[in-house]
T-cell receptor, first 114, second 112 residues
Framework: DARVTQTPRHKVTEMGQEVTMRCQPI?????VFWYRQTMMQGLELLAY????????DSGMPKDRFSAEMPDATLATLKIQPSEPRDSAVYFC????????????FGPGTRLTVL | KNEVEQSPQNLTAQEGEFITINCSYS?????LHWLQQHPGGGIVSLFM???GKKKHGRLIATINIQEKHSSLHITASHPRDSAVYIC??????????????FGQGTILTVHP
């Protein structure tokens, strides 16, 4: 049963530290999305890749966040330096990229920045 | 005004009741998704539709493109249906293509 995997599932860190979250999309999927969910804002798109190229990262704070796809099986989201307001659940999703395709969500990384 | 508005925000029902959750959007879209998020936090895609109606078990989703409105119906509701239901619209073109914009979610609680 193919699924999106994310690591770590939980991360607690101190303000100012670097945080790296990883996502393995479903094999054969060519689009990858990073979302953030908070109680106040709900779900928001942070970044979006197709065929490993970034298509839209307008939802991401540029000064501290970066998203990359080193290869087709790995997407990373980094925060440096982290701040308490970054505390949220970060979801990765993947899809085939066609107009009729759904997105498959990973279990999320729950980040707490103290 | 948010691009995607859901109503109601909270919904409580008795087991067996028919439930409707509404979603209105203000932008051009290529598709609309209904997502379910259980208390454990995992998100599951229930439906993706761009026209008409889809049915899966006790769940029915409809969309009216002209009116920019979609509904999710649950027939014979059950306590295990208790979850947050999220409407999301997929951008229509250009750099918005594929990008999902989310509603705030509807918290559904079904009592036995």
């Amino acid at each position: 049963d193919a699924r999106v995997t994310q690591t770590p599932r939980h991360k607690v860190t101190e303000m100012g530290q670097e945080v790296t979250m990883r996502c393995q999309p479903i094999l054969g999927h060519n689009t990858v999305f990073w979302y953030r969910q908070t109680m106040m804002q709900g779900l928001e798109l942070l970044a979006y890749f197709r065929n490993r190229a970034p298509l839209d990262d307008s939802g991401m704070p540029k000064d501290r966040f970066s998203a990359e796809m080193p290869d087709a099986t790995l997407a990373t989201l980094k925060i440096q330096p982290s701040e308490p307001r970054d505390s949220a659940v970060y979801f990765c999703a993947s899809g085939r990229g066609s107009s009729t395709d759904t997105q498959y969500f990973g279990p999320g990384t729950r980040l707490t920045v103290l | 005004k948010n691009e995607v508005e859901q109503s109601p925000q909270n919904l409580t029902a008795q087991e067996g009741e028919f439930i409707t959750i509404n979603c209105s959007y203000s932008v051009g879209i290529s598709a609309l998704h209904w997502l379910q998020q259980h208390p454990g936090g995992g998100i599951v895609s229930l439906f993706m539709l761009s026209s008409g109606k889809k049915k899966h078990g006790r769940l029915i989703a409809t969309i009216n493109i002209q009116e920019k409105h979609s509904s999710l119906h649950i027939t014979a509701s059950h306590p295990r249906d208790s979850a947050v239901y999220i409407c999301a619209v997929r951008g229509a073109g250009g750099t918005s293509y594929g990008k999902l914009t989310f509603g705030q979610g509807t918290i559904l609680t079904v009592h036995p």
